[in-house]
């Protein structure tokens, strides 16, 4: 599982700068974003390890190359309406997913001889031939939770891919830590069930 690294890296300070960096680049300060950069770069690099975790030895390349390609995607989400500093990697973690799964149905339509999909391997992580299946998996079970339960799928997201803590899982969704438990132990379950037929 991916550590809950937020909860013991960021102080108070540093989160209210991230969220103060957020709000200018929001408003138009584009050297508000070349602050912020250094600030969350590191914890950008975890969610991508975490999600690279059980990949071969050159994991560490591959999440450099999942953040850059995240970090070019920011950079035209400038005009997000950034809340804080669990927002931004709330919607970070869910880039970095979306560029992992449309890299392995890029893969697997390439080893089924389908669609000729290209896939610029600078910009994107190169997934191991046995995991594309994995990560299309659990991104499928992901999606047909959501559409059982929108929340519970979020939370998932949330916590497991971008790391986030119950409390900053709590903040992003605005609901209790007692319901984003309840939801992470639920889901968890159901997702388990779901990926083992």
Same mark, same amino acid.
């Given at each position: 599982?991916?550590?809950?690294?937020? /909860?013991?890296?960021?102080?108070?300070?540093?989160?209210?700068?991230? $969220?103060?960096?957020? &709000?200018? +680049?929001? %408003?138009?300060?584009?050297?508000?974003?070349?602050?912020?950069?250094?600030?969350?770069?590191?914890?950008?690099?975890?969610?991508?390890?975490?999600? #690279?975790?059980?990949?071969?030895?050159?994991?560490?390349?591959?999440? $450099?190359?999942?953040?850059?390609?995240?970090?070019?995607?920011?950079?035209?989400?400038?005009? @997000?309406? +950034?809340?804080?500093?669990?927002?931004?990697?709330?919607?970070?973690?869910?880039?970095?997913?979306?560029?992992? !799964?449309?890299?392995?149905?890029?893969?697997?339509?390439?080893?089924?001889?389908? %669609?000729?999909?290209?896939?610029?391997?600078?910009? !994107?992580?190169?997934?191991?031939?046995? &995991?594309?299946?994995?990560?299309?998996?659990?991104?499928?079970?992901?999606?047909?939770?959501?559409?059982?339960?929108?929340?519970?799928?979020?939370?998932?997201? *949330?916590?497991?891919?971008?790391?986030?803590? @119950? /409390? /900053?899982?709590?903040?992003? *969704?605005?609901?209790?830590?007692?319901?984003? #438990?309840?939801?992470?132990?639920?889901?968890?379950?159901?997702? #388990? &069930?779901?990926?083992?037929?």
């Amino acid at each position: 599982m991916v550590l809950n690294f937020l /909860e013991r890296t960021m102080d108070p300070a540093g989160t209210a700068e991230i $969220t103060r960096l957020l &709000r200018a +680049w929001r %408003g138009g300060d584009e050297g508000a974003f070349d602050c912020l950069v250094p600030l969350v770069y590191g914890e950008l690099r975890k969610i991508a390890h975490g999600y #690279m975790r059980g990949e071969r030895e050159e994991a560490t390349l591959q999440a $450099t190359a999942l953040v850059n390609e995240a970090y070019l995607r920011l950079v035209d989400a400038g005009t @997000v309406d +950034w809340e804080d500093r669990a927002h931004f990697f709330a919607v970070s973690a869910q880039m970095m997913r979306r560029i992992l !799964v449309d890299a392995a149905r890029a893969r697997l339509r390439g080893k089924r001889g389908g %669609g000729q999909a290209r896939v610029n391997l600078d910009e !994107v992580p190169d997934i191991s031939a046995g &995991r594309s299946g994995d990560v299309v998996a659990v991104d499928d079970a992901l999606n047909a939770l959501a559409k059982l339960d929108a929340r519970k799928a979020k939370v998932i997201e *949330l916590r497991f891919f971008g790391g986030l803590s @119950v /409390e /900053e899982t709590a903040a992003v *969704l605005k609901i209790s830590p007692q319901s984003v #438990m309840r939801d992470w132990r639920l889901a968890r379950s159901w997702l #388990m &069930r779901e990926l083992s037929r």
